[in-house]
């Protein structure tokens, strides 16, 4: 059976030992070392055999758990590194992985999870818990969000309401009836928004402002 070898690092004690037991007392895993802060993780972490390594984020001293792996990742470029933190806020997320870990979960992670965790790691995975998941699904859905309210935003009020119309199915007779206005001037507005979309056609213009499938 191969061992998938790890390495903690946590400067509370309770939470230190506990992962030690808890990674030591199954089968497949091995502790290597445990550290509490990153200065002794970077001094002695490259001179080890490590598959994962387990990493809290405020850690004493003067650099954080998301700096000390940035530093590993280049001495130890093999090593995956797995965030286990209470911090659950998107800028320590995105910080954590830009840095290089490959994955994030939270100190409330179920002790099997955990495991399941190092293990998805080491296999080339992303393990990131649930809250953790969706905090990052949701970053980008607002990213997305506000790209197209940049595209709204080329719009003036009255192309947006017109767009908002075709949105709705509306034929450009109906929408100059609503506003009281003439076929020609909706047609202009229109063209309008085509120019400033640099799309060609109603659908491309829609799905570029609201993502229409």
Known sequence: ??????????????????????????????CVAAFENAEDAIASIPTLDVDVALMDIH????????????????????????????????????????????????????PTRILEAITDAKNGGSP?????????????????AKKKNTELEKLSAREQEILNFLSKGYRYKEIAGMLFVSIETVRKHIHNIYEKLQVNSRTDALNKVYAVK
């Open 59 to 110: 850690l004493p001293g003067g650099m954080s758990g998301i700096g000390c792996v940035s530093t590993l990742k280049s001495l130890c470029p093999t090593i995956e590194f797995i965030m286990c933190t209470s911090l659950e806020d998107t800028d320590n997320i995105f910080k954590a992985l830009q840095a290089g870990a490959s994955g994030y979960i939270t100190k409330s992670t179920p």
């Open 1 to 30: 059976m191969s061992i998938t070898r790890v390495v903690v690092i946590e400067d509370q004690l309770q939470t230190r030992q506990m992962l030690s037991i808890l990674i030591n007392g199954n089968d497949g895993f091995e």
């Open 128 to 144: 990131m818990s649930s809250q953790i998941a969706r905090k990052v699904v949701g970053h980008f859905h607002e990213a997305e």
